[in-house]
Each structure stands twice: as C-alpha cells, then as structure tokens.
C-alpha cells in the first residue's frame, strides 16, 4: 500500500515540474507559422510596421500556389516537360517550395489544415512568426527607441533577416523550372525595405 502511494506521489511531482517548466518556456515548442495575415495587420500600414504586404502581394510568390492548379501556367509546364493538367496542389515535390514552412513544425501541410499558408508568405523568407510578431517585440516604440536592441530582440525570438541562402533553399536546380538565380537582380525585383 505505501509504495502505491510513493509512487502517485512520485507521479505527481513529476507532473507538476512540467507544470512549471512549461510556465517558464523551458520546454516551449518552436514557434509555429502564423500566416500572412497576421504580418499584414501591421506591415500594411506605415505608419506601424511598414507598407510592406502590398509590395509582397503583387509579386508572383503570393500566387504560388495557384500555379500548381491544372491549366495554369500551362507554356512553362510544358517546357518543363510537367502535365498542364495535373493537379501539383497535393505534390509533395512541389509544395516543398511553393508554401510556406512545408515539412517544417507548424507550416503547410495542406489545404485544408493549412489553407493561410499556401503561397510563399512572409515566413517563408523571415522564419516562424507566432514568437516575434508579439506587439511587445515588434513595436514602434521599441525600434524608435532602439533598433539594434529591437532587432535583437526580434532575430531572438526567430525572426530572420534573409540573405541569399534563404532564397536559395528553392531557387535551386531541384525546381523544375529554374532558372539563374542572381541574388542582386531578384531582390530588386520584391523590394519592400528602405
Ligand atoms: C503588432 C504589429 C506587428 C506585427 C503583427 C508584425 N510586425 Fe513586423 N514590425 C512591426 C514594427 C512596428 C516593426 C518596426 C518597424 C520599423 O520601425 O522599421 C516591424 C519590423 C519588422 C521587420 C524588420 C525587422 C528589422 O529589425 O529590421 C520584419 C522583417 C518584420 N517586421 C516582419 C514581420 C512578419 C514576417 C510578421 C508576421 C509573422 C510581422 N512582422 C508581424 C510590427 C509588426
Ligand atoms: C519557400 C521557397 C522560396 C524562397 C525561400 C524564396 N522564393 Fe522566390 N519564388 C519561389 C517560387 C515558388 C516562385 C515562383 C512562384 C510562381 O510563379 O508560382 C518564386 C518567384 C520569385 C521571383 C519571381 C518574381 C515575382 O514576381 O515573384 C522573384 C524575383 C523571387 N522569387 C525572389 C526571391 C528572393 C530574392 C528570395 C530570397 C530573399 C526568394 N525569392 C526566396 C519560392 C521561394
Ligand atoms: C526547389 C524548389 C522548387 C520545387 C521543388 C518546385 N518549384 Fe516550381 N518554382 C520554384 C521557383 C523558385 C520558381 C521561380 C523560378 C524563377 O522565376 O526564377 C518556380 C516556378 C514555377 C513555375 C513557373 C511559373 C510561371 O509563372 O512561369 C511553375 C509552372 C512551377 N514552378 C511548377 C512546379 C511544379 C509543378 C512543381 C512540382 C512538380 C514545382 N514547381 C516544384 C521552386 C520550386
Ligand atoms: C522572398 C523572401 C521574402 C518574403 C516572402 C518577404 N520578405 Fe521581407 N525582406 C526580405 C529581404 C531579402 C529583406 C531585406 C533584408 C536586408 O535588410 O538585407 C526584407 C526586409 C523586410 C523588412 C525590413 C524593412 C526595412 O525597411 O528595413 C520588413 C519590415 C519586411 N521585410 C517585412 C515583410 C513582410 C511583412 C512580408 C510579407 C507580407 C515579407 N517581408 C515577405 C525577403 C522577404
């Protein structure tokens, strides 16, 4: 009789450790995806974060997934020797790229478990934002105050300043319809900083 009791009285110290472990974040998970959306409540607005979804939404990443649709994009598909009229939306080989976060913890898995994060979103380049985007990191008054300080305190809590490694994990030869890739001329293209 006593060693049951020992042992529920074992039990529940171990049970309330990992209560408090996990109030202080020691066994916090990685941050998860959060969705352009979330981004987009700040980052539309100059004066918040910045104007910078507009920018982002008008470039060909934002519709990456509508790419994979049959019919679409049809002359490069074939090029590519891929079928025009398949549907590459569930593929594996290709949502890789043309999502956000896939097969990393808490990104795309699919349509229907994941639908905000089709598309190459924010994340996809300045890492997992449920962490960051906490209005007490990213805050006006914190970069007014202090960038370097702000900054640091934003790449801490996983958020990425992305350099041409970043792009490279899909502008590579793995995709089928690659081409050169050069990091200057790109940038250009999707400018959305000062
Ligand atoms: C609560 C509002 C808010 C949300 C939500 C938010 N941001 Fe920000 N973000 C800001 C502010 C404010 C700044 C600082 C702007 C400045 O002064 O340049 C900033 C700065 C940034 C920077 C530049 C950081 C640096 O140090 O140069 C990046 C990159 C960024 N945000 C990405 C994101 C992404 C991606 C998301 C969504 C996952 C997001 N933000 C969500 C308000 C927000
Ligand atoms: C998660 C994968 C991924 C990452 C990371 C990525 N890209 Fe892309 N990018 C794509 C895909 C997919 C397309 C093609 C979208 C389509 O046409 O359906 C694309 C297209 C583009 C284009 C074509 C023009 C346009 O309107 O979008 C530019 C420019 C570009 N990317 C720049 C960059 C740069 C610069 C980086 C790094 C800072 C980068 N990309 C990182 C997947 C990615
Ligand atoms: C390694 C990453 C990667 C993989 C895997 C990948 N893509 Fe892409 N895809 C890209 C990038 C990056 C671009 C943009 C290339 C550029 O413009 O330089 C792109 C562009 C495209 C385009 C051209 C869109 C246009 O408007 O011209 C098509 C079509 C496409 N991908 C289809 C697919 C299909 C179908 C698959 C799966 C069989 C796939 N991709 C797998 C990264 C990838
Ligand atoms: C394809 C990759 C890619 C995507 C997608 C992307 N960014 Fe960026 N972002 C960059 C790069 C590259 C820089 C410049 C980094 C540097 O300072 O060298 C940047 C810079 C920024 C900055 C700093 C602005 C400044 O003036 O210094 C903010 C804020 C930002 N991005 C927000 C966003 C938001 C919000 C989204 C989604 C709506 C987004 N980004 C999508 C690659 C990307």
Redesign the pocket.
């Known amino acids: 009789m006593t060693e049951i009791i020992k042992r529920i009285v074992g039990i529940m110290s171990i049970c309330s450790l990992l209560v408090i472990f996990q109030s202080t974040g020691l066994f916090a998970g990685p941050a998860n995806f959060v969705g352009v959306d979330k981004c987009k409540a700040c980052h539309s607005n100059v004066k918040i974060g910045g104007a910078q979804y507009k920018v982002w939404e008008a470039t ?1 990443m934002a519709k990456a997934m509508e ?2 649709k049959p019919g679409a ?1 049809a002359d ?2 074939t090029k ?1 020797k ?1 079928d025009p009229q398949k549907d ?1 939306t569930t ?1 594996p ?2 949502l ?3 999502t956000t976060g896939y097969g990393q913890p808490g990104g795309f898995e699919s349509m229907e478990k994941a639908p905000k994060l089709a598309n190459v979103g924010c994340e996809a380049c300045h890492g997992a934002g449920s962490d960051y985007r906490s209005p007490k990191i990213m805050s006006v008054k914190a970069y007014k105050e202090n960038r370097e300080a702000a900054r640091k305190a934003a790449i801490a809590a996983g958020m990425i300043i992305p350099d041409e490694k970043t792009c490279t994990t ?3 030869e ?6 050169p ?1 050069n990091f200057a001329e790109y940038k250009e293209k999707i400018k959305h900083w000062k």
Not at 174 to 179: D, G, L, S, W, Y
């Open positions: 060909k790419t994979l994009a490069a598909k590519a891929l590459y593929d080989k290709c890789k790229c043309h899909c502008h590579n793995e995709n089928p319809v690659h081409k890739f």
